[in-house]
């Protein structure tokens, strides 16, 4: 079949029916927190107990006025999506497999141990459901593959009751760009090589190497003087690394300060690191002391 043939019929692309899933799942969960929240003072135990009764009650009203009366979902309707008109009477049959098939899973224990009096029936009827669970979500799979072979029956439900969506407008039929794809992969995948190799490089030695190319900002003469000057600490000194008051303030030969971060970190990384003010060279790691003060 030709694409124009499948735009004449109202072709849906794949990705705008899992859309339409996950907004009416998103609605859904919007409705249910402001229940929740309006009934909160009755009593967190009744609504602990009664969750499963509340889901299924707020479940069947959406889908009741939505896709039993108009033929489509929220999601559907955000994404301009309906059933075909040919499955009206399989809708309501579809809603109460919605709606009841979720209940049954909630309370399959509090069912089994209402019917079977034996522990040995409980326990088989729990392998069971659980069995059966299993198979569900095997078949979830199966059909996901199935979908986005075919671009039909996104749910397993939908499939077994032949739910076929279609596009409302035909001229609004979403269309999808696989070079804004390729580029949004070949963006992620770079910006996660970069964060991978991030942490490898030795970024402290490369700013130490473009600062000692940069010319000093000390005089020759004050240079000279550095040596029979004392090392003064007051609420105006700042680190020579990072040019912030510094925190565990150390010294390492000259007359001037760096926190305890900094200096050992850029000692770590470049054995050969030098004072950024007076170009002192740290010979050796007992050079840096911390630089205690009087209270």
């Not at 224990?109 to 069971?128: H, N, P, Y």
């Not at 198979?135 to 996901?144: I, P, R």
């Not at 000093?216 to 000279?224: A, C, K, L, R």
């Not at 004072?275 to 740290?282: A, G, K, N, Q, S």
């Amino acid at each position: 079949m030709s694409a124009e043939d499948d735009t004449k019929r109202g072709f849906v692309p794949r990705i705008s029916q899992l859309d339409s899933i996950l907004l009416t799942d998103e609605a859904y969960s919007l409705i249910k927190s402001q229940v929740l929240t309006c009934v909160k003072y009755v009593g967190q135990n009744y609504l602990t107990r009664l969750e499963p009764e509340i889901e299924a009650g707020l479940r069947y009203i959406l889908l009741r006025y939505t896709v039993q009366k108009a033929r489509r979902s929220v999601g559907q309707q955000l994404l301009q999506i309906k059933y075909e008109d040919s499955v009206s009477l399989r809708l309501r049959n579809y809603v109460h497999l919605l709606v009841f098939g979720r209940w049954v899973r909630q309370r399959a224990g509090d069912l089994a141990a209402g019917i079977f009096r034996k522990e040995g029936a409980r326990v088989l009827a729990s392998q069971c459901i659980n069995l059966l669970e299993i198979l569900y979500k095997v078949a979830e799979v199966l059909n996901l593959l199935v979908f986005l072979h075919q671009g039909v029956y996104p749910s397993v439900v939908e499939r077994v009751l032949r739910l076929k969506p279609v596009s409302s407008s035909v001229r609004n039929v979403r269309t999808i760009s696989y070079v804004y794809f390729t580029r949004e992969l070949l963006w992620h995948g770079f910006a996660e090589l970069i964060a991978f190799a991030l942490p490898f490089i030795n970024l402290q030695y490369f700013h130490n190497v473009v600062r000692k190319m940069l010319p000093s900002s000390v005089d020759d003469d004050e240079d000279g003087n550095d040596e029979q000057q004392e090392i003064s600490f007051n609420h105006q000194t700042t680190c020579v690394i990072c040019n912030s008051p510094p925190i565990l303030p150390h010294s390492f030969g000259c007359q001037h300060l760096a926190c305890y971060y900094c200096i050992h970190s850029s000692y770590a990384s470049d054995p050969s690191f030098s004072c950024p003010l007076c170009d002192h060279t740290i010979e050796s790691k007992v050079q840096i002391i911390p630089m205690y003060t009087e209270s």
